[in-house]
């Protein structure tokens, strides 16, 4: 067996940021369903793992951002180990490292990684790999676990997958015939002879009318970069799961289900009216997360598991729920807000996401203050908090903490590397605890406005920076610059520019 075990190895990954990997979002997220989380406190030191931490983008800015914590990446390739720890060394990281290391051989020996962890990561791998190698990675986090630790594992699902699986299928046989060299293009050409195989709109053919969103699907790959579209496609192991079949062999490695890190998915009051009853009637856990998939034709979940429940009482959840910081990220809403989840659109109560956004538009408030303001119930104000994070609306806070000078220094040096030609796209927010996308077109005007250019000369500037990167711009510069100069009061709030 090749030492990649069939997962596509021949290019890099590309540097993605996820905020659901964030610790304070875990917790919120464990708690939501009853769990006391592995930190009591906000600011409490802990160990964080994250396996398959690819270009080590996402972990990096964690590392950034919680201080107080000790984060390790383990990945199998030696081009993301390399890039991962050029980049930490550049950010000026000290509380973290990356391994080159094979969930195989650290599942059967996991040395200094056993039962030391408060956070085990591992974001779009389990469903990319082959069975051998799944079995690995979840006895791996298991074992890294600390009784009572929280599991995040996100992958790709049936039935929302169903359809695209006749492309990978398609491609991969394309791929192996043509050789890594040109993998790129067996994809893309998966995609055009499939949708010949589509038909047209007006007489579409059997498979089109089964499957009616792949032609969507389709029409997005030539759009795709060759590095997502390789790593998300071209490996032996591909192969989405129907939700009861990734718990089953969770749980085997006792790591339990507990709750999602889509955080409106903990809310199955919230699917649609048609549905509902039918979810809700299930009394099997595994059945009620089965029949709410096959509901909404899931594709993708972020799910939480833990070795071992913390039993607590309501007043102890209560308790710890309350010391959540929040903090609002937008202008308080004044209109009626309607919240894009993988159960539809919904739309609440709209006085209450307003009387909930004004309390926090005073300040950064815990979650106990905002109950006791807004005299709302747990139970709905949980529910809110969790529609308003989903949407960006809302942030944890983490000003306490933070470290803003680092965060300054961290956030000059990835300006400077998105700037020299790094396709990078995110800034560190320290009173957030998290990261916000930061284009390149952003990081021009900045340079611009840093030499003190306004108007038609940054406008220049930008343009002609672009044009000396080999890049240009598709529409006009003027609505970039006014997009950003509106943007700048909330990323200065959010300690992402000084
Ligand atoms: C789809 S990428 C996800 C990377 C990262 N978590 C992200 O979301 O940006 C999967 C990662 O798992 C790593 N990987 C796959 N199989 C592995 C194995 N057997 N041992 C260690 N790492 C592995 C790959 O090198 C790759 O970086």
């Known amino acids: 067996?090749?030492?990649?075990?069939?997962?596509?190895?021949?290019?890099?990954?590309?540097?993605?940021?996820?905020?659901?990997?964030?610790?304070?979002?875990?917790?919120?997220?464990?708690?939501?369903?009853?769990?006391?989380?592995?930190?009591?406190?906000?600011?409490?030191?802990?160990?964080?793992?994250?396996?398959?931490?690819?270009?080590?983008?996402?972990?990096?800015?964690?590392?950034?951002?919680?201080?107080?914590?000790?984060?390790?990446?383990?990945?199998?390739?030696?081009?993301?180990?390399?890039?991962?720890?050029?980049?930490?060394?550049?950010?000026?990281?000290?509380?973290?490292?990356?391994?080159?290391?094979?969930?195989?051989?650290?599942?059967?020996?996991?040395?200094?990684?056993?039962?030391?962890?408060?956070?085990?990561?591992?974001?779009?791998?389990?469903?990319?790999?082959?069975?051998?190698?799944?079995?690995?990675?979840?006895?791996?986090?298991?074992?890294?676990?600390?009784?009572?630790?929280?599991?995040?594992?996100?992958?790709?699902?049936?039935?929302?997958?169903?359809?695209?699986?006749?492309?990978?299928?398609?491609?991969?046989?394309?791929?192996?015939?043509?050789?890594?060299?040109?993998?790129?293009?067996?994809?893309?050409?998966?995609?055009?002879?499939?949708?010949?195989?589509?038909g047209s709109e007006e007489s579409p053919s059997a498979l089109a009318l089964a499957q009616p969103a792949l032609r969507r699907r389709l029409a997005q790959i030539p759009t795709q970069s060759p590095a997502y579209l390789l790593q998300e496609y071209a490996n032996q192991g591909w192969q989405p799961l129907y939700v009861a079949e990734l718990h089953q062999r969770c749980a085997a490695h006792k790591l339990r289900f507990h709750a999602s890190a889509t955080l409106p998915e903990n809310f199955l009051e919230l699917l649609p009216a048609n549905v509902r009853s039918v979810v809700q009637a299930a009394t099997d856990p595994t059945l009620r997360q089965s029949l709410q998939d096959l509901a909404i034709n899931q594709s993708f979940r972020r799910d939480l598991f833990l070795r071992g429940v913390a039993s607590s009482t309501d007043s102890e959840l209560r308790q710890r729920l309350g010391l959540i910081n929040l903090r609002l990220q937008e202008a308080p809403a004044t209109e009626t807000i309607s919240f894009e989840t993988s159960f539809g659109q919904v739309s609440g109560v709209p006085e209450r996401y307003q009387q909930v956004e004004a309390c926090l538009a005073q300040g950064p408030r815990s979650f106990g203050q905002v109950l006791e303001d807004t005299q709302l119930k747990l139970a709905e104000l949980a529910k809110i908090v969790s529609l308003l994070l989903h949407a960006g609306r809302l942030g944890f806070d983490r000003c306490a903490c933070a470290d803003f000078e680092r965060a300054r220094h961290v956030n000059e040096q990835l300006l400077t590397l998105i700037r020299s030609g790094r396709s990078y796209a995110n800034l560190l927010a320290p009173a957030s605890g998290s990261s916000v996308g930061f284009s390149l077109v952003e990081v021009l005007l900045l340079e611009g406005q840093r030499r003190q250019l306004g108007g038609r000369e940054l406008e220049q500037h930008l343009l002609d920076a672009l044009k000396a990167m080999g890049r240009s711009l598709k529409g006009e510069p003027a609505p970039l610059l006014s997009a950003f100069s509106e943007r700048q009061p909330r990323l200065q709030a959010l300690g992402v520019l000084p």
């Open 1 to 198: 067996m090749p030492w990649d075990h069939g997962y596509f190895s021949s290019s890099s990954y590309t540097a993605g940021v996820y905020r659901e990997l964030a610790p304070a979002w875990l917790d919120f997220a464990a708690l939501l369903k009853g769990h006391q989380p592995p930190r009591s406190h906000e600011g409490e030191a802990f160990a964080y793992l994250e396996l398959g931490s690819g270009m080590g983008l996402g972990l990096c800015l964690l590392a950034a951002a919680y201080p107080e914590g000790r984060f390790t990446g383990i990945d199998f390739q030696p081009d993301h180990i390399v890039h991962s720890r050029r980049l930490a060394q550049q950010l000026g990281l000290s509380n973290i490292q990356f391994q080159e290391a094979d969930f195989l051989r650290l599942a059967s020996d996991p040395g200094s990684l056993a039962a030391a962890h408060h956070y085990v990561v591992a974001h779009g791998i389990a469903t990319w790999i082959t069975a051998p190698i799944q079995q690995a990675l979840l006895q791996l986090a298991a074992a890294a676990l600390n009784p009572g630790g929280i599991f995040y594992c996100s992958y790709n699902t049936f039935p929302g997958w169903l359809g695209a699986s006749a492309f990978q299928h398609l491609g991969e046989l394309l791929r192996q015939r043509q050789g890594d060299a040109s993998a790129a293009q067996a994809f893309q050409q998966a995609a055009a002879s499939l949708t010949s195989l589509l």
